[in-house]
Nanobody, 124 residues
């Protein structure tokens, strides 16, 4: 099993930045990719960004491209989501997830393990 713990959420004003962290433990050697998803009030869970553990390929939703950056620190088993120019529509619970299946990194159903989530609230 893989355990994932997110941190870094908070309440910020529009235009601000936040950095989310996702630290993995357990059987991390089998991880193929780590993704970030979010779920806003009354909305379905949606893909935000993903990164493969090796070679570090990155993927983004169109809604965050150019504003969010995903990165990893393999020594710390941690994936980061740097969020800049935040908008009120970015308000959501953010979840990180890991997969070992080497399939679509944009599909939530392809992920095996999930963190508990961290809340991001952006005020206008």
């Amino acid at each position: 099993q893989v355990q994932l713990v997110e941190s870094g959420g908070g309440l910020v004003q529009a235009g601000s930045s936040l950095r989310l962290s996702c630290t993995a433990s357990g059987r991390t050697f089998n991880m193929y990719a780590v993704g970030w998803f979010r779920q806003g009030p009354g909305k379905d869970r949606e893909f935000v960004a993903a990164i493969t553990w090796s070679p570090g390929s990155t993927y983004y939703a169109d809604s965050v491209k150019g504003r969010f950056t995903i990165s990893k620190d393999m020594a710390k088993n941690t994936v980061y989501l740097q969020m800049n120019s935040l908008k009120p529509e970015d308000t959501a619970s953010y979840y990180c997830a890991s997969q070992s299946s080497r399939t679509s990194v944009r599909a939530s159903q392809r992920y095996d393990y999930w963190g508990q989530g961290t809340q991001v609230t952006v005020s206008s």
